[in-house]
């Protein structure tokens, strides 16, 4: 597996090969990361926008993070996908989508950081296939002000 950053800043620390790498980027900005994996039948190429903030001038209010991806197997350990933050006084919506854009889960006006009101990776009380689905995420910091966040999540069986 081979990782480029996108950092023009850092040319020569701007690969990394191996299963798991690590960055570190040296001016706030956005980037576009990557990993390519080689495969008997062929290469496949993940990619990623990633938004790097300058800590002396921008404070977050809150911040909410989802992993990217679960496994919803009852095995006790990440079976629900669920939003987690601080300072998040609320989840205004939760919403999860498949490829072809059909809703497969909503919640609405929510706590974090509580597995109860998550995702079990069920759709009509069926477990769904081993795919990536979209999610949406609109919350309420303690402050005020409203986020928005949105990404991916992949389904392991």
């Known amino acids: 597996m081979t990782w480029y950053f996108g950092d023009s800043g850092n040319p020569t ?10 960055h570190t980027y040296n ?6 990361s990557s ?4 495969l008997n ?3 496949v190429t993940l990619t990623k926008n990633v938004s790097i903030i300058n800590c002396a001038t921008t404070k977050a209010d809150c911040s909410c993070v ?3 991806g679960f ?3 009852s095995d006790g350990q ?3 996908f669920y939003p987690r933050g601080e300072d998040i006084q609320q989840i205004i919506s939760f919403n999860i989508y498949n490829r072809w854009g059909e809703l497969m889960f909503s919640r609405s ?4 950081n509580e597995p109860s009101v998550g995702w079990d990776g069920k759709y009509n009380g069926k477990l769904c296939a081993p795919d990536i689905y979209m999610y949406y995420v609109e919350g309420k910091c303690a402050s005020g002000k409203q986020i928005l966040i949105k990404g991916d999540v992949m389904i392991i069986n």
């Open 13 to 22: 620390l701007n690969t990394a090969t191996g299963l798991t790498a690590q």
């Open 27 to 32: 001016n706030a900005g956005s980037y576009i």
């Open 35 to 38: 990993a390519v994996v080689n």
């Open 41 to 43: 039948c062929g290469t």
């Open 66 to 68: 989802l992993p990217t």
């Open 71 to 73: 496994t919803p197997n």
């Open 78 to 80: 990440n079976d629900i």
């Open 109 to 112: 006006n929510i706590n974090a």
